[in-house]
């Protein structure tokens, strides 16, 4: 179990081996007094899609405990509105535009053979890795089919879970895997590193167990598992509904059907899934020693509560990006706070590194930041801007205001005021809306242009 160490002993960690990085030997042992860190990421939930969020007709203890004994936040965003573009910023900790990958909206049978994350990039996991921690990977990836692509190239050292987008909970069968891949032509896109497998049971509760076997072992090393759900994306099957038909041969009801009871059926077999990965620390005895984050790759779909947001995934409006968080360290983060630090996927990377004392590539710089000192409550909340873009349209956040153009215009928002996105500030703020315009064409400017054929 990693020793518990003070801020100062932490701090000194860090920078004895970023000055170290070189030395593999000396990274292992300096990552021993380090925590563990737990990350995990829901598929398409919905900002308002826990109890402790305001969904009014399901509850979900977990996750509301999880809150109630560290921080929750109120305007954290997903770097895109849908699942590629989302889990590549994650990975490499930057803006998904600075790589072809983060470009597809999302990765489909459609996308470009070649599509993938470059297997020479830096990820999270590769970082953490030569910082001498043990690294898992369990659920989806949807970075690229090829093995060159995937989670095993790029830093973990164990993969369980799908590649593609969405698979049936009971066939475990892809319905976007492209022609000639491994997960097509009817072989289930279940996947123990480079090994397809079969597997007998709702996919919830097969990660969650895969998950609660990787915490069970021995770990003579801090380890970092990312635990990435497919729920509550659809296709929307509940535990109980394996009788129904389901994705058989890449065809299916992959977007069919669903109801809000069964949505709130997948919702509470994940929170459950998610109390039971929590009680396998507790059994570790390293609790104490795991950070914990909890959120969302997007904002959600036909069956979620974004209120009092507009919109849904694959908007930019705040229904699309807004998602939940929720970060616990007993002892490092105090308990039962909220705050409306403003927070993008990319910075939980930049999180992660941090605590874990692992310095980022310095070719390739990470776009998140930090959010330890807003955690731990050592900084007060503070503004910043973000950016997104989608083939369609684009968008920006400085403090309280949103800058948001579409095909159809551009627009001004006071999120304080306005959260719903419906009274257009243009005209009464036009200073505001020219800087932060120009803001966001400066970050344009610095991405990969969109495709020529998709502009």
Known sequence: MPRRVSRREFIGAAAGTAALAGSQHAAVAAAASRPNILFILADDLGYGDLSCYGRPDYNTPVLDALAKDGLRFTSAYAAAPVCTPTRCAYITGRYPQRLPVGLEEPLRNASPPDAGLPPDHPTIASLLKHGGYDTSLVGKWHLGWRPEFGPNRHGFDE???????????????????????????????????????ERTGYLTDLLTDKAIEILARPHARPFFLSLQYTAPHSPWEGPDDGAMRHVEHGRGPMVAGGSRAIY?????????????????LKRAKIERDTLVIFTSDNGGERYSYNWPFSFQKMFLHEGGTRVPAIVRWPGTVPSGRVTDQAAITMDWTATILDVAGVPADPSYPLDGESLLPVCTGRRAAYDRTLFWRTIA????????????????????FDLVVDPGEKDDRRSAEPARFDRLKQQYLDWNARMLPRPSSLQ
Not at 183 to 196: C, I, K, Q, R
Not at 266 to 278: E, H, K, N, T, W
Not at 397 to 405: I, M, N, Q, S
């Open 264 to 280: 709130g059926a997948m919702m509470r077999s994940m929170d459950a899934g998610i109390g039971r990965v929590l009680a396998a």
């Open 159 to 197: 993969f369980f879970g799908i590649l593609s987008g969405a698979a049936d909970y009971f066939t475990h069968r892809a319905g976007d895997a492209p022609p000639g891949s491994p997960s097509s032509d009817g072989v289930a896109d279940l996947w123990e590193n480079l090994t397809p497998i």
């Open 393 to 412: 349209r684009a968008g920006a956040r400085d403090g309280r205001w949103k800058y948001l153009a579409d095909r159809d215009g551009e627009y001004l």
